[in-house]
């Protein structure tokens, strides 16, 4: 029965979805940390997803996380010679959290994950009737 | 005695589920970055079960042979939706449309389901004398 592999589609896309609300959830958490030192500021972190088919039915497309990849968007930088991590020259850096952007993934990412939840009950409802058959 | 389904309706259920396949894979690469949305051209597919049987068929050298027409229909080519607007990350699905289709094809699957039940129920009657 191929309604099952619906299951296992909907299945990875669900996953790939909570990945990506986890990491907007730390986006969104460190937003506006600072740090003296350039390279250990909290930079804004973004799921990659890539499709993947199944090997044996090319017309069955999931979903997967490949990585997690950090921003390179500019470091603002603030002069703040009595903060105690404050670098030499009294600076302290910013980390680059855009959290409209942030915002506008988060509800992205949980309308996507709606969907398919909805794709998975109108399937299960659909095997359930057919199980019923001839009743 | 053997009892063979006469209706359609069992090879339309069996495209209706191969099709909500499709269609989730769609709904669950709204954002892979460069997915192309896809589909079965569906009344290609209706055309070929309910009308002509296919030019290949297997040739019938015993009464309990069954012929396997219906998989051949789901041989359907698999086509790329032509997206109404286009967008940065080459992504072509368009949520509504695939919503949209996917309640169709859901309907459509209970429609086919509905028939095929009765005909089950119809047997059963037919078989008690009543209900």
Known sequence: MSFYKVFDVAGSALNAQQVRMNVTASNL???GSVNGNENAVYRARQPMFETFRDSMDSSLAGVRVTGI????????TRYEPNHPSANAEGNV???NV???EEMV???SASR????NVEIVNTTKDLLLQTLQMGR | MTFSISTPHEQFMGLHAKRSEVLSSNIANADTPGYKARDYNFADALKQIAGDRPSVTMKQTHTAHRNTWSDNALNAQLEYRVPTQPTLDGNTVEMDVEQAAFAENALKYRTSLRFVDGYFKSLRFAIRGTD
């Open chain 1, 29 to 31: 958490a460190n937003a």
């Open chain 1, 93 to 95: 850096y910013v980390s």
């Open chain 1, 105 to 107: 993934n988060m509800i």
């Open chain 1, 112 to 115: 996507s994950y709606q969907n």
């Open chain 1, 69 to 76: 990849n950090e921003s390179d968007a500019p470091l603002a």
């Open chain 1, 98 to 100: 855009n959290t409209v």
